[in-house]
């Protein structure tokens, strides 16, 4: 049976999550919109941008949780997880199209364990994912095994979803 706790959390991840990140945008973070990013020609590179930007934590209870534009993060050059993952995406596509990066979220209890990375399909290598500023090939085959592996330390996992990285459509969601 599942708790008020953890049914909150499947309707914040299923749709509210993504409503407010596509209001947090409209609202507060046009102006971002012409900020360069850098110019990348490797995985390598990319990973040496994401180093660039400084981990932060959301703010109290994760009320202010959303997925800012790639441009925000590379301007302030500071953002949680999510921020990461929406500048990898970026940064891959404009590398390689081919990837076809993706915004996978695990959402976990402990809450605050619950992570977001980009998942993409690396040349000659299967799937791969950055954790904030560090590339992962593990030889993944799948988006739930990744799932599986960024929940290892934690008590339990909730429920998780892949998303379009641009226009943040849902592709999976899974409650396990």
């Known amino acids: ?12 991840l299923r749709s509210g999550r993504y409503q407010w990140s596509r209001l947090h945008r ?17 995985l390598e590179e ?5 180093r660039q930007v400084k981990w932060t934590m959301d703010g109290p209870l994760h009320l202010y949780d959303c997925i800012s534009y790639p ?15 929406s500048l990898a995406a970026e940064l891959l596509r404009r590398w ?5 990066p993706v915004l996978l979220t695990v959402i976990l209890r402990p ?11 690396a040349p000659q290598r299967g799937l791969c994912f950055f954790d904030n500023a560090s590339l992962r090939c593990e030889n993944y085959q799948s988006y739930g095994k990744i799932a599986t592996t960024i929940s290892e330390h934690a008590n339990r996992l909730v ?18």
Not at 26 to 42: C, I
Not at 72 to 81: F, L, S
Not at 96 to 100: I, L, T, V
Request: glycine share 2%; charged share 25%.
């Open 46 to 50: 990319i990973e040496a941008a994401l």
């Open 71 to 85: 441009q925000v993060t590379w301007a302030t050059k500071k953002d949680d997880c999510d921020g990461f993952a």
């Open 111 to 121: 809450v605050r364990k619950s992570h977001t990375v980009c998942v993409f399909t």
């Open 26 to 42: 409209r609202l507060f973070e046009r102006r971002y919109l012409t900020t360069s990013l850098p110019t990348t020609s490797s």
């Open 1 to 12: 049976m599942k708790s008020i706790v953890d049914s909150f959390l499947i309707w914040w």
């Open 159 to 176: 429920c998780w979803d892949v998303r379009n990285p641009f226009s943040l459509e849902r592709l999976e969601f899974h409650v396990p």
């Open 96 to 100: 390689d199209s081919r990837c076809f």
